[in-house]
């Protein structure tokens, strides 16, 4: 039987594990309800964004602005947006999953712009180059602290440097399930933004709102098609950044949760099988005794 003062020291361990895990659990729920609530509630402004630029991207030239461009020289970089903590289950390994298939597809010209530590290992670990990097950003997100990150990929794309860039971050479903996402994010085109509505915004009435994207509504552009485009387009770049992190947030939280909801239960049953082994180490050194003691008295009558 094993020593009964190492399974009570085992057995002290655990519970302090337990109280740290619940303790986290807690949190991470409180902050998850946030999160959850914040990435729901940006989702019908988002489709109507969406929906509104796939409309006017159909009927404009694209060589009216430089981010609607296709061109095949350059690099190819994702965004990838991770987290900077652990502990969230295996939705790191999802993205990692996600980044290796960029990597393979993208080849030589593969570069990326990763968003939390964990991506940046992720980056680093797979030999992923890496033209920046943004670590320790505000708990609750704003479009403010995205902004550098969105004008840091439309510099270079504009500039030529990328001739494609890619999105990759965690879709919040619920709370107990969370999907890697990856999709095209410049250049834009009508058919990726359609894509974006119909397989993104849309998972509960897929076929709703592709009858609604069929609809073909009239725009009167004011002042011109190119002044609309030179506003509306890094907006969109910039809100569907935006979005991105919301939809990571509410996933990273969301994991967090159940990942230390299970840890916690996990110890709880590990006290109680480490309890039954101390019971019975002490029951059989009792036992022991009683059969020394009894040993001693027959031999000495």
């Known amino acids: 039987?094993?020593?009964?003062?190492?399974?009570?020291?085992?057995?002290?361990?655990?519970?302090?594990?337990?109280?740290?895990?619940?303790?986290?659990?807690?949190?991470?729920?409180?902050?998850?309800?946030?999160?959850?609530?914040?990435?729901?509630?940006?989702?019908?402004?988002?489709?109507?964004?969406?929906?509104?630029?796939?409309?006017?991207?159909?009927?404009?030239?694209?060589d009216l602005h430089p981010l609607l461009a296709h061109r095949s020289d350059g690099?190819?970089?994702?965004?990838?947006?991770?987290?900077?903590?652990?502990?969230?289950?295996?939705?790191?390994?999802?993205?990692?999953?996600?980044?290796?298939?960029?990597?393979?597809?993208?080849?030589?010209?593969?570069?990326?712009?990763?968003?939390?530590?964990?991506?940046?290992?992720?980056?680093?670990?797979?030999?992923?180059?890496?033209?920046?990097?943004?670590?320790d950003l505000p708990e609750k997100i704003t479009m403010q602290d995205v902004l550098p990150i969105s004008s840091y990929l439309?510099?270079?794309?504009?500039?030529?440097?990328?001739s494609k860039v890619e999105i990759i971050y965690?879709?919040?479903?619920?709370?107990?399930?969370?999907?890697?996402?990856?999709?095209?994010l410049l250049p834009i085109s009508s058919n990726l933004v359609s894509r974006a509505v119909i397989e993104k915004w849309a998972e509960g009435d897929k076929q709703a709102v592709a009858e609604t994207m069929k609809g073909a509504t009239q725009y009167l552009f004011e002042p011109s098609p190119k002044a609309i485009l030179d506003m509306l387009l890094p907006f969109y770049v910039e809100n569907s950044i935006y979005h991105a992190f919301l939809e990571g947030k509410a996933s990273e939280h969301s994991a967090r949760m159940v990942a230390m909801k299970n840890a916690s239960e996990n110890a709880g049953e590990l006290v109680d099988e480490l309890l039954l082994v101390f019971n019975k180490s002490r029951q059989s050194a009792i036992t022991s005794e009683l059969l020394d003691i009894t040993t001693a008295s027959l031999t000495l009558a």
């Open 1 to 62: 039987m094993a020593n009964t003062r190492q399974v009570k020291r085992r057995i002290v361990t655990a519970k302090n594990i337990s109280k740290i895990t619940k303790a986290m659990e807690m949190v991470a729920a409180s902050k998850m309800k946030r999160a959850q609530d914040q990435a729901l509630s940006a989702r019908p402004y988002a489709l109507e964004l969406l929906k509104s630029l796939r409309h006017i991207t159909k009927r404009v030239n694209p």
């Open 75 to 135: 690099k190819r970089a994702v965004l990838i947006i991770g987290t900077d903590k652990g502990l969230c289950g295996s939705l790191n390994t999802h993205l990692l999953k996600q980044l290796l298939n960029f990597r393979r597809e993208a080849g030589d010209l593969a570069v990326a712009v990763a968003v939390g530590k964990r991506a940046i290992l992720s980056c680093r670990t797979i030999g992923l180059p890496i033209l920046a990097q943004f670590t």
């Open 170 to 184: 965690m879709d919040f479903v619920n709370t107990l399930k969370q999907l890697p996402h990856r999709e095209q």
């Open 154 to 162: 439309m510099q270079q794309f504009l500039t030529q440097n990328l």
